[in-house]
T-cell receptor, first 115, second 115 residues
Framework: AQTVTQSQPEMSVQEAETVTLSCTYDTSESDYYLFWYKQPPSRQMILVIRQEAYKQQNATENRFSVNFQKAAKSFSLKISDSQLGDAAMYFCAYRQKGGSEKLVFGKGTKLTVNP | GAVVSQHPSWVICKSGTSVKIECRSLDFQATTMFWYRQFPKQSLMLMATSNEGSKATYEQGVEKDKFLINHASLTLSTLTVTSAHPEDSSFYIC???????????FGSGTRLTVV
């Protein structure tokens, strides 16, 4: 079974600085999707960024980018120029391509942004 | 973008009664919907996967007779918590997939309190 591990229960960053959240996963599949979701205090889950495993180029969305290392099964999220609104729980998630569409979530990392 | 509406956002019910939570995809047809439960400061736990017109697939350990899921149309899935007890108090979240791996859109969640 696929598993997703987020080894940092909590992280903090100063406003305007850069922070990287770690995520590793375990799968025997060669093609799959990886996601980072943000859950602010409102508890609304928001998609931050998405990566398809067959695409070697790292996904970017404005201040958010990933470092996808397929061989190492690593999918870290980098947040640049951190803003107070980035404070939230961040969940890494995996989904196989084809078959079950269900997401497998990591336990999450709580990010605090200090002014 | 895709929007999923979840109602109610919070509900208080008496022990022994049933509560229905609705999840609607507003601007797309959701081939698959998912129901999660989230305990405080924890990750999302998948309860079941529902496909339009067929029986839901429940995760191991989830009582299908207690958590009734109906996916009667491509835009509506409901979760009914039957004979609710205080231990059923939790945050319930639905999500919907368009079935193309683009990601999942989440509802805003329902906080259920059973007294």
């Amino acid at each position: 079974a696929q598993t997703v591990t987020q080894s940092q229960p909590e992280m903090s960053v100063q406003e305007a600085e850069t922070v990287t959240l770690s995520c590793t996963y375990d799968t025997s599949e060669s093609d799959y999707y990886l996601f980072w979701y943000k859950q602010p205090p409102s508890r609304q889950m928001i998609l931050v960024i998405r990566q398809e495993a067959y695409k070697q180029q790292n996904a970017t969305e404005n201040r958010f980018s990933v470092n996808f290392q397929k061989a190492a099964k690593s999918f870290s999220l980098k947040i640049s120029d951190s803003q107070l609104g980035d404070a939230a729980m961040y969940f890494c998630a995996y989904r196989q391509k084809g078959g079950s569409e269900k997401l497998v979530f990591g336990k999450g990392t709580k990010l605090t942004v200090n002014p | 973008g895709a929007v999923v509406s979840q109602h109610p956002s919070w509900v208080i019910c008496k022990s022994g009664t049933s509560v229905k939570i609705e999840c609607r995809s507003l601007d797309f047809q959701a081939t698959t919907m998912f129901w999660y439960r989230q305990f405080p400061k924890q990750s999302l736990m998948l309860m079941a996967t529902s496909n339009e017109g067929s029986k839901a697939t429940y995760e191991q350990g989830v009582e299908k007779d207690k958590f009734l899921i109906n996916h009667a149309s491509l835009t509506l899935s409901t979760l009914t918590v039957t004979s609710a007890h205080p231990e059923d108090s939790s945050f319930y979240i639905c999500s919907a997939s368009e079935g193309r791996g683009y990601g999942y859109t989440f509802g805003s969640g329902t906080r259920l309190t059973v007294v």
